[in-house]
C-alpha cells in the first residue's frame, strides 16, 4: 500500500555528487517526516539526514553535515538528498523512511524513523572510489 522508492546510487570519484531522490506511492508526503539512513556491509545502519513535515526544519548527522542537503518537492511526492564532495566512507546502500511524526524534533524523529516502524524503501547503492 505504502510504498517508497530510492535511486539516483551509483559509482562516483571521492570528491563527487550524487543527487538521490525518495519517491512516494500511495500517500502523500505532505504530512509525512522523511528521513535518509544508510549501511555499509559489516556496519550499524546510521542515521544521515531528516526534514520535517510541519516547518520543514532538518537534522544532518555530523559525519555528513556541510557536505549533504536534504530537500522536498511536494508536487513530485519525493524528496531529495544532495550529496557532495563525497568520500569513501559514504560508500553505503541509502534508504529513505517516512512516518507521521508531529511534535518532535527532527533529532528526536530521526530517532524514531530509526525504529524501522514506519514506510523503508528497498534501498540504492552509492560506491565512492577511484
Known amino acids: 500500500q505504502v510504498q517508497l522508492v530510492e535511486s539516483g546510487g551509483g559509482l562516483v570519484q571521492p570528491g563527487g555528487s550524487l543527487r538521490l531522490s525518495c519517491a512516494a506511492s500511495?500517500?502523500?508526503?505532505?504530512?509525512?517526516?522523511i528521513g535518509w539512513f544508510r549501511q555499509a556491509p559489516g556496519k550499524e545502519r546510521e542515521g544521515v539526514s531528516c526534514i520535517s513535515s510541519s516547518d520543514g526544519s532538518t537534522y544532518y548527522a555530523d559525519s555528513v553535515k556541510g557536505r549533504f542537503t536534504i530537500s522536498r518537492d511536494n508536487a513530485k511526492n519525493t524528496v531529495y538528498l544532495q550529496m557532495n564532495s563525497l568520500k569513501p566512507e559514504d560508500t553505503a546502500v541509502y534508504y529513505c523512511a517516512a512516518e507521521v511524526l508531529p511534535y518532535i524534533t527532527t533529532a528526536q524523529a530521526m530517532g524514531v524513523l530509526a525504529l524501522h516502524l514506519g514506510s523503508w524503501g528497498q534501498g540504492t547503492q552509492v560506491t565512492v572510489s577511484s
Open positions: 500511495g500517500f502523500s508526503l505532505d504530512y509525512y517526516t
